[in-house]
């Protein structure tokens, strides 16, 4: 089974710049997440999704992020503009749908606001 | 609201030794899922387990052990004799599930322990 599939790995822009980040999800799975993982810190969930829904995105700085998950498959994270605090890896997960499962992660997007 | 604590940030051990991660949370739910995960220097979060909040039996996975307390609230995690390649970052994380409100499967993660196993 292919697991949750990130890109970029890592990613480097100045501030004010625009930036998107990939997600491909296990197949099969209703449910994704993006988190926000600063160094040295728990992850942090930006926005969740239930199929091509957003169920949370409480914590979404709906100023400059943006995610859409069109077919209830991939999903992207958009950054428009970009700020040195949102240097941090960015990571996917993705989880089945019942709410007893475990939800696999990607391995991050890092990125590096200059 | 939902909240997952690690008051230990890091720990140094050496090999061998055994150590223990605290986790302490809150909910309002009586229906909810705990889980630990290791963040290895790779970056990627592996799953190590999960609990519901019914099943109160402390669970052994090699050297592994955790230790479901539902009268304080805590989910500790335990390595036996632990090795160099234990060495990671450990997070601990709850699931909820939002029954009235149709939303579920949020997973909140603690603020991670940092473990050092030394030679």
């Known amino acids: 089974e292919a697991g949750v599939a990130q890109s970029p790995r890592y990613k480097i822009i100045e501030k004010r710049q625009s930036v998107a980040f990939w997600c491909n999800p296990i197949s099969g799975h209703a449910t994704l997440y993006w988190y926000q993982q600063i160094l040295g810190q728990g992850p942090k969930l930006l926005i969740q999704?239930?199929?091509?829904?957003?169920?949370?995105d409480s914590q979404l700085p709906k100023d400059r992020f943006s995610a859409e998950r069109l077919k209830g498959v991939d999903s992207t994270l958009k950054i428009q503009p970009a700020k040195l605090e949102d240097s941090a890896v960015y990571l996917c997960?993705?989880?089945?749908?019942?709410?007893?499962?475990?939800?696999?992660f990607g391995q991050g997007t890092r990125l590096t606001v200059v | 609201a939902q909240k997952v604590t690690q008051a230990q940030t890091e720990i140094s051990v050496v090999e061998k030794e055994d150590v223990t991660l605290d986790c302490v949370y809150e909910?309002?739910?009586?229906?909810?899922?705990l889980f630990w995960y290791k963040q290895p220097p790779s970056g990627e979060l592996v799953f190590l387990i999960r609990r519901n909040s019914f099943d109160e039996q402390n669970e052994i996975s090699g050297r592994y052990s955790w230790n479901f307390q539902k009268s304080t609230s805590s989910f500790n995690f335990t390595i036996t004799a632990s090795q160099v390649v234990d060495s990671a970052v450990y997070f601990c994380?709850?699931?909820?599930?939002?029954?009235?409100?149709?939303?579920?499967?949020?997973?909140?993660f603690g603020t991670g322990t940092q473990l050092k196993v030394e030679l």
């Open positions: 997960a993705s989880r089945a749908g019942s709410r007893n499962t475990e939800a696999f």
């Open positions: 909910t309002r739910d009586t229906t909810y899922y």
């Open positions: 994380a709850l699931s909820e599930v939002f029954i009235l409100t149709g939303g579920g499967n949020k997973l909140t």
């Open positions: 999704f239930q199929n091509n829904g957003v169920v949370d």
